[in-house]
């Protein structure tokens, strides 16, 4: 491959990333920049730093985008870097913008003066909104695009710019659309960190009033196997879907949180629902099976459980990170305001 540049490297699925093409590819240069916001964390890349190279630097800099690709010669962008704590976004959703379309439109005008060879971008099941939970029909790659929050929008404009890149000036892309992940080393703002974390140090699990809410899950590590199947063997201007069929309500995820670490129900609390809380979100991911072979090798119940674990063992990682979190998500009801 060459020189790969990942953008939003030291954040939780850049850095399995990171990580993962390291250990298959270990004859490419890896260039990760992260401009470090309060969810990027330079100890997701400790055990590498040395087979790695580290620019701190932020995406909506485009004269900054273009050095780093042009000192490094670079020959493949993966795009992680974003905002996507869609709570945060209901706070600031000016951030969400500037980031992941202003940042994102940037990143992809200094990649075409570059001409890299390839700009894979990643994005999220929720551009195309939600499904009612008795819906029996799945987001395909050719879904109408309807974004309900402010995050989920920031990302659509982040896809759709894209788009345009390639079919105005020919820039060779290639887009992921992803269930929700999970696995070690996620910032605890979000769910399964926030109750494994919470239930470690025997606080309350806060779960929205909508219990049955329902998500797609996949493990940070099959993700990461299947960007690099779409960055090796994907066709330039496709959109693939990786998804699982894995799913689990907010209240199942608490559940299996508590029975790993042997704690009662008693420890869950119902909170309101924070605005625009989508239902479900379910993929329909044939494409990347099909086309490029790939298939989910870690199963939502015993990665869960893994996972669980791993907070529980490493207290020296997450701890330090707990009054970063600029949400309380048990506050909704009230009024929310950021730390």
Not at 120 to 135: F, I, N, P, Q, R
Not at 177 to 196: D, R, T, W
Not at 204 to 224: F, G
Request: hydrophobic share 40%; charged share 25%.
């Amino acid at each position: 491959m060459g020189t790969l540049m990942v953008t939003g490297g030291a954040g939780f699925i850049g850095s399995h990333f990171v990580r993962h093409w390291r250990g298959t590819h270990p004859g490419d240069r890896v260039i990760v920049v992260d401009a470090l916001t309060y969810a990027g964390n330079t100890a997701n890349l400790d055990d590498i730093r040395d087979d790695i190279v580290f620019e701190k630097a932020s995406i909506d800099d485009a004269a900054e985008m273009e050095r780093i690709l042009r000192t490094h010669r670079v020959d493949v962008v993966v795009n992680f870097a974003a905002e996507s704590h869609n709570s945060y976004a209901l706070l600031e959703p000016g951030r969400f913008f500037r980031t992941n379309v202003m940042g994102t439109q940037a990143l992809l005008e200094a990649a075409r003066r570059v001409r890299v060879e390839r700009f894979h971008h990643v994005s999220t099941c929720e551009v195309y909104g939600d499904l009612a939970l008795d819906a029996t029909e799945l987001f395909t790659e050719s879904s109408p695009y309807r974004p309900r929050t402010p995050y989920n929008a920031s990302k659509a404009g982040a896809d759709h710019a894209v788009r345009a890149y390639h079919h105005t000036f020919g820039l060779p892309i290639t887009i992921s659309n992803c269930a929700n992940n999970y696995g070690s080393h996620q910032f605890p703002e979000k769910v399964i960190p926030a109750f494994a974390t919470s239930a470690l140090d025997g606080k309350p699990l806060t779960l929205y009033a909508q219990t049955e809410n329902r998500r797609e899950w996949i493990h940070v590590l099959d993700h990461c196997r299947a960007i690099e199947a779409v960055v090796e063997r994907g066709q330039v201007g496709r959109t693939y879907h990786v998804g699982t069929g894995d799913e689990a309500s907010i209240e199942q995820i608490a559940d299996l949180v508590l029975d790993e670490l042997g704690l009662p129900a008693a420890l869950k609390t119902i909170v309101a629902d924070r605005p625009g809380h989508d239902r479900r979100y379910v993929l329909d991911w044939s494409t990347l099976r099909d086309e490029l072979g790939w298939r989910p090798q870690v199963r939502f119940a015993e990665g869960l459980r893994q996972t669980v674990r791993w907070y529980a063992d490493h207290r020296d990682w997450w701890e330090p990170l707990l009054d970063r979190a600029p949400v309380d998500e048990g506050r909704w009801g009230d009024r929310q305001r950021s730390r």
